[in-house]
């Protein structure tokens, strides 16, 4: 990797949103699903988005990759306001996207391809990446003929392939099972330590943000902000064992006390600040 790639993606990818503010739907049935939103991402950092259902993570990762337009409020990647799809911001979701008539090498050059990239480069680019999540043997397999999670894998690779500044998650490993999910944890955490570039998912598991992240931003209820930054202080690389820590448990029911905080008036939750050390 070139000087410049690595500039790339540790040095770009930072998030500004300022009051930012979504609406869904047309008319009558329009609501809004995310107001006043205001959040910072530095570059290369790993964000998670817990809250409760329906309450504008996913709506944000989509405002984010530029799928879904603002209402109001300013959303900014790089000092640059984003204004629709691009590739360096790549959205990866819960169920595969991948073409089922293209080998898995295929479906990893097809975003390179699109770009313009010749075709030795493209097919170089997408060997790399798919040595990069492991899947180096399976180039000429085709999606059915792999695992829920092996497939996730060359979701990944086929977003990463194409450099972005942001990698943007919802929910990615939640329909595959309890060990495949460990797993996948390990892996993404494993492919971020190389590539470094910005992470922002959404997950309902506590348990997975605190795995992942060095951050967890925790959303009200419909319609979403942010009432809550929690920095997660455990060193890298982790490993399984950091969930069975009393920092672990003790931050993970500051996310349950915040997630079951119902507030009628909307105002913020007041708790009192945690005292947790750096564990490494």
């Known amino acids: 990797m070139s000087g410049r790639e690595r500039m790339s993606l540790s040095d770009t990818g930072r998030i500004d949103a300022r009051k930012v503010s979504v609406r869904l739907g047309r008319g009558d049935t329009a609501f809004e699903a995310v107001k006043d939103l205001t959040l910072s991402v530095e570059p290369g950092e790993f964000v998670c988005l817990i809250g409760p259902s329906g309450c504008g993570k996913s709506t944000l ?14 959303l900014n990647v790089d000092g640059e306001p984003v204004q629709g799809p691009h590739p360096e911001r ?4 819960q169920h595969h996207t991948l073409f089922p008539w293209k080998s898995i090498l295929s479906n990893v050059t097809f975003g390179p391809k699109m770009r313009g990239v ?4 493209r097919k170089e680019q997408a060997e790399g990446i798919l040595n990069l999540v492991g899947l180096q043997d399976f180039l000429h397999r085709y999606p059915k003929q792999l695992s829920g999670g092996m497939q996730q894998r060359v979701e990944i690779a086929r977003v990463l392939v194409n450099k972005p500044r942001l990698l943007l998650m919802d929910e990615p490993f939640g ?17 971020w330590s190389k590539v470094r570039t910005t992470i922002v998912f959404v997950t309902h598991d506590i348990d997975e943000a605190l795995f992942l992240a060095d951050r967890v931003l925790v959303m009200s209820q419909r319609p979403g902000r942010i009432i809550e930054e929690l920095k997660v202080p455990f060193a890298r690389p982790r490993s399984a064992e950091v969930s069975i820590t009393p920092e672990f448990g003790e931050l993970k029911r500051r996310c349950l006390s915040l997630l079951h905080t119902r507030n009628e008036s909307n105002a913020l939750p ?11």
Request: proline share 2%; no cysteine.
């Open 90 to 93: 790549g959205i990866v979701f």
């Open 118 to 121: 010749k075709r030795n480069l």
């Open 175 to 191: 329909a595959l099972d309890a060990l495949t999910r460990m797993n996948m944890q390990e892996l993404l955490l494993d492919i």
């Open 270 to 280: 007041r708790l009192e600040p945690l005292g947790i050390q750096n564990v490494g």
């Open 61 to 74: 990762l989509g405002a984010l990759a530029g799928h879904i337009g603002v209402a109001g409020g300013e």
